[in-house]
């Protein structure tokens, strides 16, 4: 689950974690108040106005910019509040801007110039050690610095039996070239970073950048955090930070009805049972010339609701020009998932408008290619693998 940076900024504090302060207004007048309340506390006059999407590179797309004062802090707000920002990680079209975060500024002046570094914790999926990932390049986009510039970017691997040593951050704070109160002060950044990633069961936490102020203190300036989804009953509060707003639709429709729906870009929709039957189901699809529009696994009840709930999901993508339905009888009954194939597509009508291919295997799989060959209904059935995968070749062109 993706959060919005003021929401990934209040679990950082509440580590401990050094934070660039900020409150969230929905419009431009609750900007302007959350500006006033912020000035009496930090005593600045000047305010970034950030805007809030699930995306990064906001500032590229004009939605991160500086005010100096509160009608500027409206103006901003303003503008960014609904506007459909475009950035290297929106859609083509972009994303809509319900909120922003008004910040403080925190680049003032002082005796020496502020730095920026990049820093994030994930797992190495290759040893099962997580990993802090941190570069003297901060603010800048970390893919180009890993091609451009590899010797730049550090990691550190933690073995999560034994957690987070006392050497370990010290090193990541050598490393960055620091000294003083701010080697200190980015040892404690660090360490408390560390235990924010693991206490609130996240699979990443991405700082860039991390800011080393005129005066050494270490603040995380802008937060990408994502939560494990498999993690969240442990943290009832946490599934109250969810967004709808900024997912796909479909798949959050398809969610709320019990079914596993992942939006892809190709133009075969797929119903399978089963996760690895699905991933072999979406090769299969691209073997035959097609591309697969989705994953969508029912589960292991695949009644005549169900069905046809999942073909209505499959057919709001305007993309799809075939559908596959792969089954595996083995907990289900071949004959009854395609009794309700059958049922499911006489109560659909004339909505479905795309050639359907059935291929169902398993207890009764014999009676289900019957029920399907003898509905009148233009839906194929096939047996085995390629003569599937033929008719989807056939299907698509």
Known sequence: MNLHEYQGKEILASFGVGIQRGIVAQTADEAVAAAKSLTETTGTGWHVIKAQIHAGGRGKGGGVKLAKNLDEVKTIADQIIGMQLITPQTPPAGKPVHQVLVAEDVYYPGESEPSEFYVSVLLNRANGKNMIMYSTEGGMDIEKVAEETPHLIFTEEIDPALGMQGFQARKVAFNLGLSGKAFKEMTKFITSLYNAYVSSDSSLFEINPVLKTSDDRIIAVDAKVTIDDNALYRHKDYVELRDKREEN??????????????????????????????????????????????????????????????????????????????????????DRVAQGIVDAYKNMGDSIKVPIIVRLQGTNADIAKELIDNSGLDVQSATAFQEAADKVQQAVG
């Open 249 to 334: 639709p479909i798949e959050v429709e398809a969610g709320e009805v019990g079914l596993n729906y992942v939006d892809l870009d190709g133009n075969v929709g797929c119903m399978v049972n089963g996760a690895g039957l699905a991933m072999a189901t979406m090769d299969l699809i691209k073997q035959a010339g097609g591309s697969p529009a989705n994953f969508l696994d029912v589960g292991g009840t695949a009644d005549a609701a169900r069905v046809e709930t999942a073909f209505r999901i499959i057919l709001k993508d305007p993309g799809v020009e075939a559908i596959l339905v792969n089954i595996f009888g083995g907990i289900v009954r071949c």
